[in-house]
């Protein structure tokens, strides 16, 4: 018996260890984009988030994508996504578009030049 709950606690003990870290990723638009994550999906098929997914959204219409609540201000935008409108909007959403739910703003980063063709 004394030998099966010390198996038993040496079983936990090792289940509970952290596993090996995950590193970094070296591609500043991967770097960038753990920022974005925590409100945005980007692969097909994912779910909205606090954010809309992201996918395919170059070309596409703002406000428009399926499933999601956006503000009423931010439908009637009229903004197409291109890598000009994407890059102005990240650096100051909220003078973009007043009204706007979303209050991340990568200003002061070149957002541009390294988050818009990760997107892509």
């Not at 499933?67 to 935008?77: V, W």
């Not at 578009?97 to 541009?112: D, H, I, L, N």
Request: hydrophobic share 45%.
């Amino acid at each position: 018996m004394k030998s099966s709950a010390a198996a038993l606690g040496l079983a936990i003990s090792l289940g509970l260890e952290p596993g090996p870290a995950e590193a970094a990723p070296t591609d500043p638009g991967a770097r960038l984009w753990l920022q974005c994550r925590a409100c945005h999906s980007l692969k097909a098929g994912e779910p909205n988030k606090i954010g809309p997914n992201l996918h395919g959204i170059m070309g596409a219409k703002a406000g428009s994508r399926p499933g999601f609540r956006y503000s009423a201000p931010m439908k009637a935008s009229g903004i197409v996504w291109t890598d000009a409108s994407l890059d102005a909007w990240l650096t100051k959403p909220m003078t973009m578009v007043k009204g706007t739910k979303m209050s991340f703003a990568a200003e002061g980063m070149p957002a541009k030049d390294i988050l818009v063709p990760f997107t892509i």
